[in-house]
T-cell receptor
Framework: SQQGEEDPQALSIQEGENATMNCSYK?????LQWYRQNSGRGLVHLIL?????REKHSGRLRVTLDTSKKSSSLLITASRAADTASYFCATDFKAAGNKLTFGGGTRVLVKP | NAGVTQTPKFRVLKTGQSMTLLCAQD?????MYWYRQDPGMGLRLIHY???????AKGEVPDGYNVSRLKKQNFLLGLESAAPSQTSVYFCASTDGPLPQHFGDGTRLSIL
């Protein structure tokens, strides 16, 4: 079963608006990452937040992590049409192989 | 710098046929992974490798085999393809710590 569950499953916004998506997970983690997937392409790493961090920024991206609630959120500010993609959270545990467990993803459509 | 390259990009098979998907990385990464992605879902780990000559099972290994004879290559084999294996297959690599670097996928249809 998947570790992460993402909400919403789909999101449609106008260019310039902010997009927020959430990820919940079930067990304790080492790190949580967010990836973007453009249609027909592989996943691209966006940002990693460690279990002892609460917030992280990268350009227009802001990620928060609440380990007490086992949840994370990804905020994309001032969205652009090029942000149209699917976004996935992925978690890893203190286990061999740097294995990741992915959520089901949020499909984001940014309308120009 | 190509990163992670997957071949082929598309393939159609008949039930019962066999095939091998090739993943090659030029970043000298130790860890390599094979995932499958089904419509509307995230990625599920099939098999992975923590170094040359090693392989291990992931979440959904049944019906697949893998080999890592060279550090840069990770092969995924389907011995007797089934319609349930119709999916998009992604390979990824990392040198630890994270993140993982992904190829663009192989779209496999089994009729």
């Amino acid at each position: 079963s998947q570790q992460g569950e993402e909400d919403p499953q789909a999101l449609s916004i106008q260019e310039g608006e902010n997009a927020t998506m959430n990820c919940s997970y079930k067990t304790s983690i080492n790190n949580l990452q967010w990836y973007r997937q453009n249609s027909g392409r592989g996943l691209v790493h966006l940002i990693l937040i460690r279990s002892n961090e609460r917030e992280k920024h990268s350009g227009r991206l802001r990620v928060t992590l609440d380990t007490s609630k086992k949840s994370s959120s990804l905020l994309i500010t001032a969205s652009r049409a090029a942000d149209t993609a699917s976004y996935f959270c992925a978690t890893d545990f203190k286990a061999a192989g740097n294995k990741l467990t992915f959520g089901g993803g949020t499909r984001v459509l940014v309308k120009p | 710098n190509a990163g992670v390259t997957q071949t082929p990009k598309f393939r159609v098979l008949k039930t019962g046929q066999s095939m091998t998907l090739l993943c090659a990385q030029d970043m000298n990464h130790e860890y390599m992974y094979w995932y499958r992605q089904d419509p509307g879902m995230g990625l599920r780990l099939i098999h992975y490798s923590v170094g040359e000559g090693t392989t291990a099972k992931g979440e959904v290994p049944d019906g697949y085999n893998v080999s890592r004879l060279k550090k840069q290559n990770f092969l995924l084999g389907l011995e007797s393809a089934a319609p349930s294996q119709t999916s998009v297959y992604f390979c990824a690599s990392t040198d630890g710590p994270l993140p993982q670097h992904f190829g663009d996928g192989t779209r496999l249809s089994i009729l």
